[in-house]
């Protein structure tokens, strides 16, 4: 287990605003992440989810409000020490060159003695299902098959740090068949359960339930409502801010299900 503590959060965004040709993308938005805790980020199509993940990359530049790692405002890391401390996965990785497998995850472990970096490239290729894919080209692989050679190339950067280290993960089980979603989700519940924080933006509201501790839920760039899976998914939710009819059960495991309601008359034209 990590050192961690509960003193400040691993990540603090403060009243941050944003805006992109003239829109707001993100409007006073607060938010907090702490060491040992996974974050789902929820919301609708336009809700500022990515753009969110890109803020906190340093991706995207904000109007006004902070954003702060461990304490200490994101403009004062410098790149290389903050590239120890925290990990970004975007959601679209164009990956045209043709590097191998392995050679994509060994990209999170730069400047490092060969036989680490062997040990720690093998065993996340292991982690992610992907070890029999290491010597093939990622550009023939399929778009499930990259999603988590990336995944790995990711945890590569901060793995075995003696810090708790903050994970941002935009959409990173959206090409992944529902085995995989469940693999990739439950190696993240263990990277939480080690002491390090983790912000994950999903569309899957079954997925978020399931692994997280606590729901973000935002709407027009701004937080909407946020607290455990149970309080966050409720029915009026769901509709007030997806516009979606579902029942909402709890399992016998502890968590619950969104289970989206049919329409008693389906339109048969369009």
């Known amino acids: 287990m990590l050192n961690t503590s509960t003193d400040n959060p691993l990540l603090n965004v ?6 992109l040709e003239g829109r707001n993308i993100l409007d006073g938005l607060t938010a907090h ?15 500022g989810k990515s753009t969110l993940v890109k803020a ?45 497998a392995y050679e994509v995850v060994a990209l999170g472990r730069p400047r490092e003695p060969m036989a680490q970096r062997q040990r720690i490239v093998t065993e996340l290729l292991a982690l992610m299902d992907v070890a029999d894919l290491a010597q093939r080209r990622v550009p023939t692989l399929s778009g499930g098959e990259q999603q988590r050679v990336q995944l790995a ?10 810090h708790p280290g903050l994970f941002l993960l935009d959409e ?31 569309h899957d509201l079954n997925l978020a339930a399931q692994w997280a501790d606590r729901l973000i839920l ?49 339109a048969v034209a369009i």
């Open 218 to 266: 935002m709407n027009h760039g701004t937080v909407a409502c946020e607290g455990s899976p149970e309080a966050v998914l409720t029915a009026d939710n769901l509709m007030q801010f997806y516009g979606l009819d579902a029942r909402v059960i709890t399992l016998a495991e502890g968590y619950p299900v969104v289970l989206p309601i049919r329409p008693a008359h389906l």
């Open 172 to 202: 990173c089980t959206s090409a992944l068949d529902p085995a995989h979603q469940q693999l990739v989700f439950n190696r993240l519940r263990q990277l939480a359960n080690s002491g390090n924080g983790l912000l994950v933006a999903v």
């Open 56 to 100: 906190v990359a340093g991706e995207v530049e904000a109007a006004s409000g902070g954003i702060a790692i461990n304490g200490r405002p994101l403009s004062q890391w410098p790149r290389a020490e903050l590239a120890r401390h925290r990990a970004v996965m975007p959601q679209k990785i164009d990956m045209q060159f043709p590097l191998t």
């Open 14 to 19: 403060e009243s941050l605003s944003l805006k």
């Open 33 to 47: 992440v702490r060491a040992g805790e996974l974050v789902a980020l929820l919301g609708p199509n336009g809700a």
């Open 153 to 162: 190339r990711v945890l590569a950067q901060l793995w075995e740090q003696p």
